[in-house]
């Protein structure tokens, strides 16, 4: 029985065939483990919804509110009966107590208004159409006082309540410190401003203003009536006063990514990430307003731009 010869030919396209499948599968796992990558890379990638926003640095300020008031006397001494509550809108003319003293009378609303027993002794130094000459500093003195309460026996002239105005503007006369980082004068007379108390946001025009070592006093008018109930019953207020503002399509700064020294964002567009440079157009509070054609409210961007790069698809 003689020796089996390999023919060269066949020799060689085994070795051919041999080496295809090996590329076959080389090429098979590097898929595999770049598929696996992008995988586990999309789901380090932290997508949000890109929105139009507002960013707000303030100051606290002190705060006292000036508005229209008329002040309520028992006429007589007596037994005093309040017959509306604190915060009650009242009528011109409305019943508002009855005092039961050598006779019996019935106090009626000399005004359309708000009715409160908040009295701080202020009633008749305050008026919005006299700040000119008002002298804050000598009403800062002055020691709060409270009203009396729904039934109890009352002096005549004692003030009982008063009906304040809450259909005409009020004045808010502001102290507020400037902070040194501050590049530039926040404020200058007739310019709007913008405040707020908690969730409340409160707009106003400088009537008034005075600057000394970058501390500020200013008389503030606010022309609607929108502002929170409690400037009604309080007359000494602590108020957030808005230093600077920044409005737009705001990223924190950490999401601003560079390709060959440009910035960008990396955008979720059809489940793909891409790369989209923008235009910085300013900084506050940690966020960042940027620009471009592509953005709209309608687009995701990576927040992580450390992990993203072009191409890595994310799932559903």
Not at 84 to 95: F, N, Q, S, T
Not at 267 to 289: C, D, H, I, W, Y
């Amino acid at each position: 029985m003689g020796k089996y010869r390999l023919r060269p030919g066949r020799f060689i396209l085994a070795l051919v065939m041999l080496a295809g499948i090996l590329m076959v599968a080389v090429w098979g796992g590097m898929s595999t483990l770049g598929f696996a990558k992008d995988a586990v890379v999309a789901r380090m990638l932290d997508v949000e919804q890109l929105t139009w926003q507002e960013s707000v640095r303030s100051v606290q300020a002190e705060g006292i509110i000036i508005r229209g008031e008329e002040t309520i006397k028992a006429p007589l001494s007596g037994e005093l009966q309040l017959l509306v509550k604190d915060g009650e809108r009242l009528r011109v003319g409305a019943p508002i107590a009855r005092i039961d003293g050598v006779s019996e009378e019935t106090i009626v609303s000399p005004r359309a208004g708000i009715f409160c027993t908040h009295l701080d002794g202020l009633e008749n130094l305050l008026d919005p159409g006299m700040t000119d000459v008002l002298d804050m500093e000598a009403v800062e003195k002055i020691t709060n006082r409270t009203g009396v309460d729904g039934s109890e026996e009352v002096a005549g002239g004692t003030l009982i309540g008063k009906v304040v105005d809450n259909l005409n503007p009020i004045i808010i006369y502001l102290r507020a410190d400037q902070p040194e980082d501050v590049p530039a004068a926040p404020f200058q007379k007739g310019s709007v401003i913008k405040l707020s108390q908690g969730q409340q946001e409160i707009r106003g025009k400088i009537i008034s203003l005075w600057n000394e070592n970058n501390s500020y006093t200013m008389f503030v008018q606010v022309d609607d009536n929108n502002y929170p109930e409690n400037f009604v019953h309080q007359r000494h207020q602590k108020i957030d006063l808005a230093l600077e503002r920044l409005e737009g399509w705001l990223v924190p700064e950490g999401a601003i990514a560079f390709k060959d020294g440009d910035p960008g964002l990396y955008l979720v567009e059809k489940q793909t990430v891409t790369f989209a440079p923008v235009t910085v157009e300013g900084r506050l509070n940690g966020m960042v307003s940027v620009s471009s054609k592509r953005l709209s409210n309608m687009v995701r961007y990576v927040v992580n731009p450390d992990w993203a790069s072009e191409g890595i698809r994310l799932g559903g």
